[in-house]
């Protein structure tokens, strides 16, 4: 079937006009929400169980996380808004808004590297408390996913820039973006629970 | 297609704010457990405005929005089980 040929759903279709692709997106990012839930969950009984829990902003450095999770959010929108730009055929806007989002992804992991340099050269190691198993643990399984991100941008971005995307052709960066909001929305909750309570 | 651009702008704008609010609430000095809840309130809020307007889940049908919805209360069946657990089980 041409991939540009219109097909007409069913009007009861329960997904209405969800692609497989899609559905298949964000049946992955429940299922990796539960891991989340797991790994935070762990933590916080762990941490009620525990007879002394330490401050987290006399260990971890929360003014810079918290610019973090500000460009978290600034890529989020970059994200939304390269979905916006081929939605109405603009190629370069997609291009354009696909980079910032990019390079804000890179940014953000080079802090948490930067980060985790300086609790490490402090003698905060993976296996100095539990506490610092549960932080390193958490965030580091959420850098995982934005360094799996930032490189599936780049393989969307490559497909962007030989124009395989159009105003009729945008599932791709539609399943990408569900992808990078799940990594966001993770990050909103993973940096209140381990930097902020 | 409608033109969101505006919409997206404000809903980063607000996520910004309530970021910051949340360092703010984290740095003072109230009740623990009202700290909690207010944090975690926060916390949902912009994970809410994420999910509803950058994830486009209002526009989703609702059988799709009843299987997104699925994974919540297990995940709080999952805590008070494990919370429950706690004080027959382990010493840390």
Redesign the interface.
Known sequence: MNQNQTVTMPLNDPFGKATTGKLGMWLFIIIDGLSFSGLLIAGAALRVAANAWPVAGEILNIPLTAFNTFLLICTSFTMVMALNAIQKGNQAGLKKYLTYTMIGGGIFLGIQVYEYYHLISDGFFLNTSIYSGVFYVTTCFHGMHVLSGVIYISFILYAASQGRYSENNWNHVEILGLFWHFVDLVWILVFTVIYLI | ?N???SV??K??IW??IL??L??G???IDIFRTG??VL??T??IT??MM??L???HVQH??K??KW??F??IP??LL??FA??Y??PFR???
Request: charged share 10%; net charge negative.
């Open positions: 297609m033109d969101y651009k997206y702008i809903n980063a996520l910004t970021t910051v949340e360092v609430i984290a740095f700290q909690i944090l975690m926060f916390a912009k994970m994420v999910a307007i950058y994830m989703e049908t059988t799709l299987i997104l699925i994974p297990a995940g999952f805590t494990l919370m657990d706690i382990w010493v840390v």
